[in-house]
């Protein structure tokens, strides 16, 4: 073979793998176009979500009703968004994370506009009806988690935990500032329209799929075999998986008594600390601040350094500690420290048991399992007031803090003492 022979096939060679190279690096620019699209759809989905939540208590006060009926507008609201979570979870492995963000924006607009027309008990319950399809972090996380790899997940839901944080910042203080001067229906109103503008975000920037080539083909197979969204076998079929049984359980048992205590933050921060609105607004914004600054600074750094069963045990250890020191608070000086340690410690919960639980499924199913990680917050929602409400009326605000430390205390014994084996599914990406 000559001399130009080889010349002409080297060059045939290098010019494949330059075009290889461009066409993954133009991959991998519109990839991080999208994560960046949906880390925006995520700050004003939580905007409008905190600027609405914020004026609810007072809309009940206004009305003349008791806290009671918070209670049970709470319950309501976290039973359909239980009942929701999974089924949307799997609507959008099925359907793609467009059309499921694209629901939940639509459900939102009509949830708030409701609300701000709100005169009676009838409307105020039936503004959270459309609430059942209300899942804009879980339609985020499968963006996020079809477009990163399984090495860079944690740090990447880690991101969005930062634009919740965001959204937090802006949402309550915004929602204090109008319900304040314009009432509680302006501000329900502005929320209603934040959320038409997600709609138009997600339909122009976020592609129909999002998952690789192989876990669409498998989604496709199983819509060929009539495989339907309210199938509740394929849903839990994800708890047989191994070891995910077992994390399911520690992420919900050690986060529902923070769960519970936050259910109730509204009320605890009008009667115990004695806020106003857009006091508890403010609060809130400190609240979206530091989780803003654990998510983006702290959480990235600490799952490059280590495992993520390590810091499952460091975040179960940390808010056992921080139960103990609810136990002791008395006012909201107090509160504003123990916020640190309590942000973090769920924060890091959070993201790595989420993190663990779609490493551990099928990239065709991570919807599923991120609707099935989302209804661990639907169901502290939907229990939180009626437990929440017993313990606060019955043994204070305390109460929360003693559960909070002796069920994490437990919990942080069992682990020291097993090892969760997990075991990570094989992804395309």
Known sequence: MSSETLAVKGEGHWNKL?????????????????????????????????????????????????LVWFGYLQTTFGILQL????????????FGA?????????????CFFLLGISSNVTLLFLSRTPSIFMHGLPGAQMVVTHLSSPAERADALGKLGLCFGIGMIVGPSLGGVLSSRFGESCTAFVASFGSVLNVLLVTSYIPARTKPLSATSSDQQKMSKASNV?????????????????IFIIKTVAGL?????????????????????????????????????????????????????????????????VGLAKVLM?????????????????????????????????????????????????????????????????????SFGC???????????????NKLNHRENKQPH
């Open 330 to 398: 008395t006012s909201i000086t107090h509160f504003c420290i123990i916020v640190l340690p309590l942000m973090l410690s769920f924060s890091l919960l959070a993201v790595i048991s989420d993190s663990m639980l779609t490493k551990s499924v099928p990239a065709s199913d991570t919807g599923a399992m991120l609707g099935l990680c989302s209804s661990v917050h639907s169901l502290t929602r939907t229990v939180g007031p009626t437990i929440g409400g017993f313990l606060y009326h019955n043994y204070g605000v305390p």
């Open 98 to 110: 467009r059309t499921a963000l694209t629901i939940s924006s639509m459900s939102a607009a009509v």
């Open 18 to 66: 330059s075009v290889t190279s461009e066409s993954h690096a133009k991959e991998k620019s519109e990839k991080s176009f999208v994560i960046r699209m949906t880390y925006l759809f995520l700050v004003l989905d939580v905007t409008c979500l905190f600027m609405q939540l914020g004026i609810i208590p007072y809309l009940v006060k206004k009305m003349g009703l008791s």
């Open 83 to 94: 009942i929701g979570g999974p089924v949307f979870g799997r609507f959008g492995d099925l």
């Open 230 to 246: 309210f199938n509740l076998g394929e849903i839990t079929r994800l708890l047989k998986v191994p070891c995910v049984m077992k």
């Open 257 to 321: 008594p923070t769960g519970l205590f936050m259910v109730m933050f509204s009320v605890i921060c009008m009667n115990f600390f004695g806020l106003k609105a857009e006091h508890t607004g403010y609060l809130m914004s400190y609240f979206g601040v530091t989780q803003m600054i654990i998510q983006g600074l702290v959480i990235g750094r600490l799952t490059q350094s280590y495992s993520d069963e390590t810091l499952l045990r460091l975040s179960v250890a940390m808010i056992s500690v």
């Open 403 to 417: 559960l909070q430390f002796g069920v994490n205390f437990i919990l942080f014994l069992y682990l020291l003492k």
